[in-house]
């Protein structure tokens, strides 16, 4: 039997719900003032078609963030240079941070509220996973690297939601003066791995 797709009323609403949850994470102080109520309202529908499309408020969250990272994603597993596979990786390497940094500046609260369901600790939210999973993957092919693991936790720990909020609202650090520390940084771990024996 083929998989019956879904209506296009609820296609609309889906659109909508995930819009209206957008703007009200962008015009927030704090992402845990945004309720469920907040945004059935302001997307025009029921509770309930929340509840029904989402699950809950993390798995609306969830839809929202993967919704807003699909071009990144997509950039970074199949598309061309400096993000994509064919990409020597020092240069991959660069350009992922930079676009995980860019991502989290452009949807703060959003990312704030993601990091914040992994209850208490963010790298327990579930795309914490595949950002350390593909950094590693490339910190491996780099010679002299035997602490790839570590190493990805280490770099992805610069661009942590908190702390880029806090750089980039609190201290307002313009964006590209955070761009072009967090190359730096990432220079300096990557110049500071052991040569390969000769």
Same mark, same amino acid.
């Given at each position: 039997?083929?998989?019956?797709?879904?209506?296009?009323?609820?296609?609309?609403?889906?659109?909508?719900?995930?819009?209206?949850?957008?703007?009200?994470?962008?015009?927030?102080?704090?992402?845990?003032?945004?309720?469920?109520?907040?945004?059935?309202?302001?997307?025009?529908?029921?509770?309930?078609?929340?509840?029904?499309?989402?699950?809950?408020?993390?798995?609306?969250?969830?839809?929202?963030?993967?919704?807003?990272?699909?071009?990144?994603?997509?950039?970074?597993?199949?598309?061309?240079?400096?993000? +994509?596979?064919?990409?020597? *990786?020092? &240069? $991959?390497?660069? !350009?992922? %941070?930079? #676009?995980?940094?860019?991502?989290? =500046? /452009?949807?703060?609260?959003?990312?704030?509220?993601?990091?914040?369901?992994?209850?208490?600790?963010?790298?327990?939210?579930?795309?914490?996973?595949?950002?350390?999973?593909?950094?590693?993957?490339?910190?491996?092919?780099?010679?002299?690297?035997?602490?790839?693991?570590?190493?990805?936790?280490?770099?992805?720990?610069?661009?942590?939601?908190?702390?880029?909020?806090?750089?980039? +609202?609190?201290?307002?650090? *313009?964006? &590209? $003066?955070?761009? !072009?520390? %967090?190359? #730096?940084?990432?220079?300096?771990? =990557? /110049?500071?791995?052991?040569?390969?024996?000769?």
């Amino acid at each position: 039997m083929p998989e019956r797709k879904p209506r296009a009323d609820a296609l609309r609403n889906r659109e909508a719900v995930l819009a209206a949850a957008d703007r009200l994470f962008a015009a927030c102080d704090r992402p845990e003032d945004v309720t469920m109520a907040d945004i059935a309202a302001a997307a025009g529908v029921g509770k309930g078609t929340l509840f029904r499309g989402f699950g809950d408020r993390t798995g609306l969250i969830r839809a929202l963030y993967e919704a807003r990272l699909d071009p990144v994603r997509r950039a970074i597993t199949d598309g061309p240079r400096p993000l +994509g596979p064919g990409t020597p *990786p020092v &240069e $991959r390497v660069h !350009a992922v %941070l930079d #676009a995980v940094l860019c991502f989290k =500046l /452009d949807h703060r609260h959003l990312s704030l509220a993601l990091e914040g369901t992994g209850a208490d600790s963010p790298y327990r939210a579930e795309h914490y996973d595949w950002w350390h999973h593909t950094l590693r993957e490339v910190l491996e092919q780099l010679p002299g690297f035997s602490d790839a693991g570590f190493t990805a936790h280490a770099l992805l720990a610069a661009v942590r939601a908190d702390l880029v909020d806090h750089l980039a +609202g609190r201290q307002r650090v *313009p964006r &590209e $003066r955070l761009r !072009a520390d %967090l190359a #730096a940084f990432v220079t300096r771990v =990557l /110049d500071g791995r052991p040569e390969t024996a000769a």
